[in-house]
Nanobody, 121 residues
Framework: QVQLVESGGGLVQAGGSLRLSCAAS????????MGWYRQAPGKQRELVAD???????NYADSVKGRFTISRDNAKNTVYLQMNSLKPEDTAVYYC???????????????WGQGTQVTVSS
């Protein structure tokens, strides 16, 4: 059973920073996208940022210029550096990995358990 182990969430004041990490528990034949989603109470889960194996990045408009996504392909790990945090960034953040565990398997989406980020005003 593949696990995505997240860390780095917590409580921070507005204007502060946090860094989230997510590591896959096993090696993959190939990883397409790795990314972060978030879900605030009463809202749908939304994409925050994702990154391809080649390093191309995509960000939600609401976080552009404040958040930076990066990955370490050798460690199957993705990071999210969050700066200038705002109360509206408060949510549960979920790691996502789209990849193939083995060559003969199809692409599949794997999810972390979620980590709470709370930004106080």
């Amino acid at each position: 059973q593949v696990q995505l182990v997240e860390s780095g969430g917590g409580l921070v004041q507005a204007g502060g920073s946090l860094r989230l990490s997510c590591a896959a528990s096993e090696t993959f034949f190939s990883i397409n996208l790795m990314g972060w989603y978030r879900q605030a109470p009463g809202k749908q889960r939304e994409l925050v940022a994702d990154i391809t194996s080649g390093g191309s990045t995509n960000y939600a408009d609401s976080v552009k210029g404040r958040f930076t996504i990066s990955r370490d392909n050798a460690k199957n790990t993705v990071y999210l550096q969050m700066n200038s945090l705002k109360p509206e960034d408060t949510a549960v953040y979920y790691c996502n990995l789209n990849g193939k565990r083995r060559a003969y398997l199809s692409l599949y989406d794997y999810w972390g358990q979620g980590t709470q980020v709370t930004v106080s005003s």
